[in-house]
């Protein structure tokens, strides 16, 4: 079976074909720039030159012919036709309350992600249109949806209510929800599996540092607790984002700099965190090597960002009352050593023995980077969400067409 998986934002749409009788990626790529002049198509085919198009790319629906034109082009496609697609995947930023795991796209599902359109403004909108335009690109084939929050949904109320007048959670559903689910779920199978333990049996602490960031307490299998909250601002220092504060500053910095909210919003969003503190980038690889020239404000920032992943994975072994594993993943986390050495090199109270030399090693694969006998492991997991959605996608057709076949029988 072919799935095909879809990131779809607001301005961009990103995709990738899977042949899911070996998990392969055929191809992917991403739209850019749709409804704006000059829209990007950029394909890809491993062992190929990458094909760059620039057209006008009006709407989401376009974009998808577009893509599946690229699909099935005699020459850059993959694909005979687009009938060959039998699957297709979204990802979907917020699922609230509502879904607690994938599901399969019909009108109710529909319904209930608009529902939800107020929690992510940005980006669930952007994934309906997605939805909508593979529907009118595709018809007959199969949609299925895969939640940033869904993993999170187990956590107790202890790790997901604020402490605020209860009737915020009850009339709009204040609450922690938690993202990056669909990662934190993968690595941690990924990291069981490497280990030869069963999940059920593990207390883990899942780092997932990349341009956004969090960590999340994974206590036999499940979401015990995570990082990021209502929106994905709280919780670590990240490129662009504050990560914590105290809340008292909003209205503080509002009255003192004669701000509007959404200013202040802004601010949080995109100009604090790394970019804020360093006055150097948002990206670690910059501010690393500023750091490494001399740089103090660049010092300061990696040490901050250090220091509260550190802190996390301390509340976090407290909150599951010890750990067994510590996983490093996405961008910052897969990729750099630095870091994750000067988040290890204050955890030896909890049995970390950081292997310098296993750290320094790249590799795309899964691997220990602390001494053998270590008594907490540390692993880097590369994540892949994409194969996610695509194995949720693909389970959730089967058993479609399994429970189809027994119901007509
Ligand atoms: P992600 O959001 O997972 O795609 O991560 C993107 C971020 O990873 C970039 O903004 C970089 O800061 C970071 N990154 C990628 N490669 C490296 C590297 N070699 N060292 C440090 N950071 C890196």
């Given at each position: 079976m072919n799935v095909l998986v879809i990131n779809s934002g607001s301005s961009s749409l990103k995709y990738q074909l899977y042949d899911m009788s070996n998990e392969s990626v055929l191809a992917s790529g991403r739209v850019e720039r749709i409804g704006m002049e000059?829209?990007?198509?950029?394909?890809?085919?491993?062992?190929?030159?990458?094909?760059?198009?620039?057209?006008?790319?009006?709407?989401?629906?376009?974009?998808?012919?577009?893509?599946?034109?690229?699909?099935t082009h005699r020459k850059f496609g993959v694909l005979r036709t687009i009938e060959d697609i039998q699957a297709v995947g979204h990802r979907i930023v917020h699922g609230g309350e509502s879904f607690r795991e994938s599901v399969l796209v019909d009108a109710d599902v529909k319904l209930e992600i608009r529902k939800l359109f107020d929690l992510a403004p940005l980006h669930n909108p952007a994934h309906m249109m997605g939805i909508a335009a593979v529907e009118a690109n595709l018809p007959d084939v199969p949609q299925a949806v895969v939640f940033d929050t869904a993993?999170?949904?187990?956590?107790?109320?202890?790790?997901?209510?604020?402490?605020?007048?209860?009737?915020?959670?009850?009339?709009?559903?204040?609450?922690?929800?938690?993202?990056?689910?669909?990662?934190?779920?993968?690595?941690s199978k990924q990291a069981a599996a490497f280990l030869g333990r069963p999940l059920e049996e593990l207390k883990i602490v899942s780092c997932h540092i990349g341009n956004g960031a969090s960590c999340t307490a994974i206590l036999h299998g499940k979401s015990y607790d995570t990082s990021m909250g209502m929106t994905p601002l709280e919780g670590l220092m990240m490129g662009t984002r504050s990560g914590d504060l105290d809340p008292a500053i909003v209205p503080y910095t509002i009255n003192k700099e004669d701000l509007t909210l959404n200013e202040v919003n802004s601010m949080l969003n995109k100009h604090s965190g790394l970019v804020a503190i360093s006055g150097v980038s948002s990206d670690m690889r910059e501010v690393v090597q500023a750091m490494e020239e001399g740089n103090e404000s660049a010092r300061l920032a990696f040490e901050m960002y250090a220091y509260r992943i550190r802190k996390y994975i301390g509340a976090y072994a407290a909150a599951m009352n010890g750990i067994d594993a510590i996983l490093?993943?996405?961008?910052?986390?897969?990729?750099?050593?630095?870091?994750?050495?000067?988040?290890?090199?204050?955890?030896t109270f909890l049995g970390v023995e950081l292997d310098e030399s296993r750290n320094a090693v790249r590799s795309n694969e899964t691997r220990r980077i602390t001494k053998d006998g270590s008594k907490v492991d540390v692993l880097v997991v590369p994540t892949n969400e994409e194969l996610l959605i695509a194995r949720d996608t693909y389970r959730l057709v089967q058993n479609k067409a399994l429970s189809d076949k027994v119901g007509q029988t």
């Open positions: 000059s829209s990007i198509l950029t394909h890809e085919v491993e062992g190929q030159a990458e094909v760059r198009e620039v057209s006008e790319i009006l709407e989401h629906t376009m974009a998808v012919r577009k893509v599946l034109d690229m699909l993993f999170h949904q187990t956590m107790p109320p202890t790790s997901y209510l604020y402490a605020i007048p209860t009737v915020l959670y009850r009339k709009h559903k204040i609450r922690r929800y938690g993202f990056h689910g669909t990662s934190h779920d993968y690595v490093f993943t996405a961008g910052v986390g897969e990729n750099s050593d630095v870091l994750r050495k000067r988040v290890c090199e204050g955890l």
